[in-house]
T-cell receptor, first 112, second 117 residues
Framework: GQNIDQPTEMTATEGAIVQINCTYQ??????LFWYQQHAGEAPTFLSY????GLEEKGRFSSFLSRSKGYSYLLLKELQMKDSASYLC?????????????FGQGTELSVKP | GAVVSQHPSWVICKSGTSVKIECRSL??????MFWYRQFPKQSLMLMAT?????????EQGVEKDKFLINHASLTLSTLTVTSAHPEDSSFYIC?????????????FGDGTRLSIL
């Protein structure tokens, strides 16, 4: 089984930096993904970590510590359009190449 | 980039109707596709993993006879909600993985909003 926890909601100011944390417990870890989802739309891929460390992609960075079962998504220079739900998803190994299990999502509100 | 098309985007129908949702990978072959359901203000819940040419693998608690999945080709998977009832109203999203395990992300369709009256 698996357990993925992330805060339900966060608020930040335009131009600021925000860190969204995710902790997980899984029986067969094979990578952690972050997705962004605007209301009523499908999730869009942001980042992927399978080894420990930081992955940077423009204004977005994601960090992973496998020993601690911990990841965070860092968003810099926040813009109003970054208001969305951010989903942490763990790929769990199975006999079909793995499946993504999602956390509850963190609703981020960016205010002027 | 990888594109996944889902159709229809919105369905409103009467209770008891069966509804079919299509998921297509437009520019890549997808051996495996996934079907998720999302209720308002909740995260995506995996319903089943669909494999081309074989039976789908359902998650615990998902009724196989209620949610029929067919993955007839490497670019098409369908989900049929049989005899739909109001409690089946939800946002259904499919996704497809490009290639085998490795580090390929799952790409999502735009979702189907199903409303049962």
């Amino acid at each position: 089984g698996q357990n993925i926890d992330q805060p339900t909601e966060m608020t930040a100011t335009e131009g600021a930096i925000v860190q969204i944390n995710c902790t997980y417990q899984t029986s067969g870890f094979n990578g952690l993904f972050w997705y962004q989802q605007h209301a009523g739309e499908a999730p869009t891929f942001l980042s992927y970590n399978v080894l420990d460390g930081l992955e940077e992609k423009g204004r977005f960075s994601s960090f992973l510590s496998r020993s601690k079962g911990y990841s965070y998504l860092l968003l810099k220079e926040l813009q109003m359009k970054d208001s969305a739900s951010y989903l942490c998803a763990v790929r769990e190994v199975d006999n079909q190449g793995g499946k993504l299990i999602f956390g509850q999502g963190t609703e981020l509100s960016v205010k002027p | 980039g990888a594109v996944v098309s889902q159709h229809p985007s919105w369905v409103i129908c009467k209770s008891g109707t069966s509804v079919k949702i299509e998921c297509r990978s437009l520019d890549f072959q997808a051996t495996t596709m996934f079907w998720y359901r999302q209720f308002p203000k909740q995260s995506l819940m995996l319903m089943a993993t669909s494999n081309e040419g074989s039976k789908a693998t359902y998650e615990q608690g998902v009724e196989k006879d209620k949610f029929l999945i067919n993955h007839a080709s490497l670019t098409l998977s369908t989900l049929t909600v049989t005899s739909a009832h109001p409690e089946d109203s939800s946002f259904y999203i499919c996704s497809a993985r490009k290639g085998s395990v490795s580090n390929q992300p799952q790409h999502f369709g735009d979702g189907t909003r199903l409303s049962i009256l």
